[in-house]
């Protein structure tokens, strides 16, 4: 397996910003560590093509944020300070997508150590997201005529109410977001398949609502290729994520939906989404179990 990395595209936030960028670097070193990905196996991402980034999003909304042009209050609903190492780190998590689906496309599975900016709309971005690498890497793979259906399994706690603007009129592409009802976005999308959560929700509900909703979206959707957004708080201890799920049910959760992919012959790419605990160990964590249950899901495969 594949996994693409993009923390070569170094960021300094500045002191205090409670966005946790060091987290990447963090998942990258323990993934070695655990023998969960071989060292040789690990590629740094190049910076996406402008084409396929303007293929997705307004153009002056891409210039104006290549330039360092775009009004203060954008830039603030995006949720970094403009500079240019931003620049080059947001091109670099798209163009990570971008290779974790075309290595899932020659080898059934491959992950990205970034993406999931499900926030980020056509003409703006939000929530730490400045473009959509799902939309992007999606949109790439249909006009390139590799696939002709995309399914984007969306297991955030926050709903991918930018992937669903995106793509609401666009029949290719069906959108599936699990996600806490009360949490970010106030005002939510309507992707295809929308499953909000209460506060509290624990391994047992989830888990539930889960394999109904890969019931329905694999059937719906009959995808020839699957993103697995697996953001990881949904966990108890994350401080953005009001959900109740322990390191077990993340894992489980990880296992059923990877199982469902791979048991159908489908290509897979992994990315990463959220993940704001404290201390981050416990979301970095969660983030290589996703990871741990692919490798399990492959060598079951194998047998």
Avoid at 55 to 82: C, K, M, N
């Amino acid at each position: 397996m594949r996994v693409f990395y993009c923390d070569h595209f170094e960021v300094i936030l500045p002191p205090k910003h409670r966005f946790p960028m060091h987290k990447y670097g963090l998942l990258r070193e323990k993934l070695v560590a655990d023998g969960l990905v071989g060292a040789d196996r690990l590629v740094p991402a190049n910076a996406a093509p402008l084409e396929d980034i303007f293929a997705v999003h307004d153009a002056g909304y891409v210039q104006g944020f290549l330039d360092g042009t775009l009004e203060r209050s954008v830039i603030q609903r995006i949720g970094f300070p403009w500079s240019e190492a931003m620049v080059m780190r947001s091109l670099g998590s798209v163009g990570s997508t971008l290779g974790a689906v075309e290595a899932a496309m020659e080898v059934g599975i491959a992950g990205s150590l970034a993406g999931g900016t499900h926030h980020a709309y056509r003409d703006f971005g939000s929530g730490y997201c400045v473009f959509n690498d799902l939309a992007i890497a999606a949109r790439r793979l249909l006009d390139r005529g590799a696939v002709e259906r995309v399914l984007i399994f969306d297991v955030d706690v926050h709903q991918g109410d930018g992937t669903a603007s995106i793509f609401a009129e666009d029949p290719r592409v069906f959108t599936c977001s699990l996600h806490g009802a009360k949490n970010f976005p106030s005002r939510k999308q309507t992707s295809d398949l929308d499953v909000p959560l209460p506060d509290g929700t624990g391994d047992a509900e989830y888990l539930t609502a889960l394999d109904a909703a890969l019931d329905e979206a694999m059937e719906r959707s009959r995808p020839d290729v699957v993103f697995y957004q697996g953001g990881v708080d949904v966990l108890a201890d994350d401080h953005l994520g009001r959900l109740h799920l322990s390191a077990a049910g993340c894992y489980e959760r990880d296992l059923r939906s990877l199982g469902r992919f791979r048991g159908a012959g489908l290509p897979v790419a992994l990315t990463l989404g959220g993940g704001y605990a404290n201390p981050i160990d416990s979301s970095v964590n969660a983030y290589a179990g996703t990871y741990r249950a692919a490798k399990s899901v492959e060598a079951a495969r194998s047998v």
